[in-house]
């Protein structure tokens, strides 16, 4: 099992429309959980951390389910400056190192 | 505030040849550095990364090298490339476990 998987997409949505990627991840003990997006040819960026107790930031809202290990991200009345590749990003303690664990990303596109 | 830069943006270099990227952080001291590749179509993968001047540490073993030799100087070398280290270089710096990385522009390596 990959410790950070996500589904590729992409996902095709009109604009205004709501759409949620989830993000799932293995090892029980991670520590930190952030939300990327990434245009395409240029370097990700951090779009949100993700708290235990749920983060909104405008149209955007991050959760999290340590019971389940899984992150998601809500992207409502969506735009067409949306469309990006979205990488979930998981923080663990390996080896006695912090270190982050990218997920291969999720494909957004926003449809006029 | 704090930059990170990263050069050259794109580079196209003939097989067997030399490589040295440069990443450099203005406006912190002693930050944890950190080199990523992502291959066409593929996730992050972490090359090495250093918590100090002089210490690097390696993730996979492979073609390249990486040397700190400042504090906020992190280069990325190969005395001969492969095609197979074709890909997106990206530095990437840590000013806190709870807020992610901060990413270079990245540099465009195509091996020929």
């Known amino acids: 099992r990959k410790e950070v998987e996500q589904d590729p997409g992409p996902f095709n949505v009109p604009e205004g429309a709501t759409v949620a990627f989830n993000c799932t991840y293995s090892n029980s003990a991670s520590q930190s959980f952030f939300w990327y997006r990434q245009d395409c040819r240029k370097e990700p960026k951090l779009l949100m951390s993700v708290y235990s107790s749920g983060n909104e930031d405008g149209r955007f809202t991050a959760q999290l389910n340590r019971a389940s290990q899984y992150i998601s991200l809500l992207i409502r009345d969506s735009k067409l400056s949306d469309s990006a590749t979205y990488l979930c990003?998981?923080?663990?303690?390996?080896?006695?190192?912090?270190?982050?664990?990218f997920g291969t990303g999720t494909r957004l596109k926003v449809l006029a | 505030s704090q930059t990170i830069h990263q050069w050259p943006a794109t580079l196209v270099q003939p097989v067997g040849s030399p490589l040295s990227l440069e990443c450099t952080v203005e406006g912190t001291s002693n930050p944890n550095l950190y080199w990523y590749r992502q291959a066409a179509g593929r996730g992050l993968q972490l090359l090495f990364y250093?918590?100090?001047?002089?210490?690097i540490s390696s993730e996979v073993p492979q073609n390249l090298s990486a040397s700190r030799p400042q504090d906020r100087q992190f280069i990325l070398s190969s005395k001969k490339l492969l095609l197979s280290d074709s890909g997106f270089y990206l530095c990437a710096w840590n000013p806190d476990r709870l807020y992610g990385y901060t990413f270079g522009s990245g540099t465009r390596l195509t091996v020929v």
């Open positions: 990003v998981v923080g663990d303690t390996l080896s006695g190192t912090y270190k982050y664990i």
């Open positions: 250093s918590v100090g001047i002089g210490q």
